[in-house]
């Protein structure tokens, strides 16, 4: 929503340098996901966008009593709301699913920690939380499973570390063949 808003209101300037399209705007979406994920984790960061988004909100209702210009500028359409609908579902799934205590000593390299694990081996200064942005998706290496091993003790499960199942790929591939199949076309190009 807030991109659909600063495209409306800035459409001019932004042509002018670079043609948009549903492609490069997709990409750059992408692109900006991770750093805007950590913006917003500050608060007052947050708070003020969604004052600065109700009240931009409130400005287009002044300038158009009827709200067709409100709804024009807000409406995410139902597929960005199925997206979002989706990501949910799947977070919470996987939290639920996808994660099982192993015994401390069966941890290996190459298994990946869950997102709770993570935050507990920061808490106790296992790792800093450098080093914990450095683990990928590949997993732990021998020297941070060994690191693991030796430096945690969770007090309300000793002996045991959280690990996820896997790297959870198949929910997506298959909300994808049916998304192909209700449109019966490609959903992004590239090229």
């Given amino acids: ?27 750059l979406l992408f692109l900006a996901f991770r750093p805007l994920h950590q913006l917003f984790q500050i608060r007052i960061l947050a708070v003020l966008l969604l004052l600065g988004i109700i009240g931009f909100m409130g400005y287009q209702l002044t300038l158009d009593p009827s709200g067709a210009l409100l709804i024009e500028s807000v409406s995410i359409g139902a597929w960005a709301l199925g997206l979002i609908m989706f990501r949910q579902i799947y977070t919470y799934w996987c939290e639920l699913v996808e994660v099982r205590r192993i015994p ?5 390299p190459h298994m990946i920690l869950s997102e709770l694990m993570r935050q507990h081996l920061v808490r106790d200064k296992v790792f800093t939380e450098e080093e914990m942005a450095a683990i990928g998706v590949e997993g732990l290496g021998e020297e941070e499973a060994m690191r693991v091993r030796h430096l945690f003790k969770d007090p309300e499960e ?3 570390v959280e690990i996820e199942n896997t790297i959870p790929f198949a929910p997506f591939i298959l909300a994808g063949l049916f998304a192909t199949y209700l449109v019966r076309d490609v959903l992004v190009r590239f090229g």
């Fill in 104 to 108: 401390l000593q069966d941890l290996k």
């Fill in 158 to 160: 000793p002996d045991t």
């Fill in 1 to 27: 929503m807030m991109v659909r808003l600063l495209r409306s209101v800035a459409r001019d300037e932004i042509e002018a340098v670079v043609h948009l399209n549903q492609t490069l705007l997709f990409l």
